[in-house]
Every structure is written in C-alpha cells, then in structure tokens.
T-cell receptor, first 113, second 114 residues
Framework: EADIYQTPRYLVIGTGKKITLECSQT?????MYWYQQDPGMELHLIHY???????EKGDLSSESTVSRIRTEHFPLTLESARPSHTSQYLC????????????FGQGTRLTVV | AQSVTQPDIHITVSEGASLELRCNYS??????LFWYVQSPGQGLQLLLK??????LVQGIKGFEAEFKRSQSSFNLRKPSVHWSDAAEYFC????????????FGKGTTLSVSS
C-alpha cells in the first residue's frame, strides 16, 4: 500500500545530541516537505525538495538540514539538539499530478531535555 | 500576502448537532483549497479538496465544504457531528502548480459534548 512513513514517532533526547528524523514514501512522489508544528499553531514549512539532489529552505528558519539522495527518502537532521527544537515534525509528499495535494506522515514528536 | 485564516480557535458542538468551521483565504492566483483533520498525536488526513467546478464538494466522513469566491471562503460543514469527529481541523490553500507547498491556517479544535 502506498504510504508515507516517519520514524521515530516519539523521541526524547538530551541537549547537544545529533538526531535524524526519517521520512520515506512509497508513492513515487517527486515533491517532499518538512513542516514544524507547535501546539495551537499553524504548520510552518521548514524544508522542501522538488526531486533528487534538490533541497530548499522553507518559510520558517530552522537549524535543521535535509538531504534527498533517493526519491523516496527525505531525512531531517539536527546536528546539536536544543530545547527550542522541541516540537512536532511532519513530513509530507505530493505528486506531479493532482495539484498541490499533500499526503502526510504520522509525525515525530521531538522533546529535547 | 498569501494566508489562511481560521477565525475560530476552539468550537464545542453537541453530538448530533450541525457543524460549520470557517476558513478565509488570501491568495493571488486561483486557489486549490483543502481541509485536513488531525487527531491527537497523528499526522494530517485529507478530508476534501476543491480544484474547480462545482463549488460544493463532498469529502470523507460525511463532511462537505462550499467554495465562495466572492467571500474568499471555504467553510467546512457536517449535518450531524459524532463524538469521533473531535479533532483539530486545518484549512489549507495552494497554487495550481503541482508540488507547491500548501499554506495552512492555525487550525480549529473541535470538541464534541454528549
């Protein structure tokens, strides 16, 4: 079944640690996105990719980085986690047809202590 | 500037009562409009979408939405709310070009009372 997967679902980690949030999709979509979501707030786009070896920063400044080496995989990395990075991170993808409709993963709830 | 406004932060509706969630947008191009639902700890699930044609669109779980260009609105409705509808609802707008990132509103939290 075509889907989009995020791991881990929940992560509690100490300040200064390096972390990678994984996102994979089996729909063959070219476009992939990372959104950051805080409680009671809208989703903020932090990174996007329109294809392999293409990555761009989104509207919200983020200290994270992303890579797109394979079409199906779009990991997000924080080199040194801080408490201010505590948030929910949502990965999404969209195809070349059907307009900008986005399909979302389950999200990763990150807590930095 | 492109934006989505959901005026109601939190709405409480009795089970079985009707529901309307408001959404207004500001967008330079012809918009693609979406409603997503998010249950606690989950990702976003698409409820319905409007691209063109009939301005009243039907979605999953008995939801519908009406596009009103003159009012720049895309309100979500359901005739009879069920307790399982309690969730966060997000309105989003995007461009016609496939793959452009969606712009989301801040969301409306729906509580259902018995």
């Amino acid at each position: 079944e075509a889907d989009i997967y995020q791991t881990p679902r929940y992560l509690v980690i100490g300040t200064g640690k390096k972390i990678t949030l994984e996102c994979s999709q089996t729909m063959g979509h070219d476009k992939m996105y990372w959104y950051q979501q805080d409680p009671g707030m809208e989703l903020h786009l932090i990174h996007y990719s329109y294809g392999v070896n293409s990555t761009e920063k989104g509207d919200l400044s983020s200290e994270s980085t992303v890579s797109r080496i394979r079409t199906e995989h779009f990991p997000l990395t924080l080199e040194s986690a801080r408490p201010s990075h505590t948030s929910q991170y949502l990965c999404a993808s969209s195809g070349t047809s059907g307009g900008p409709e986005a399909f979302f993963g389950q999200g990763t709830r990150l807590t930095v202590v | 500037a492109q934006s989505v406004t959901q005026p109601d932060i939190h709405i409480t509706v009795s089970e079985g009562a009707s529901l309307e969630l408001r959404c207004n947008y500001s967008y330079g191009a012809t918009p693609y409009l979406f409603w997503y639902v998010q249950s606690p700890g989950q990702g976003l699930q698409l409820l319905l979408k409007y691209f063109s044609g009939d301005t009243l669109v039907q979605g999953i779980k008995g939801f519908e939405a009406e596009f009103k260009r003159s009012q720049s609105s895309f309100n979500l409705r359901k005739p009879s709310v069920h307790w399982s509808d309690a969730a966060e609802y997000f309105c989003a707008v995007g461009a016609q070009q496939a793959g452009t990132a969606l712009i989301f509103g801040k969301g409306t939290t729906l509580s259902v009372s018995s």
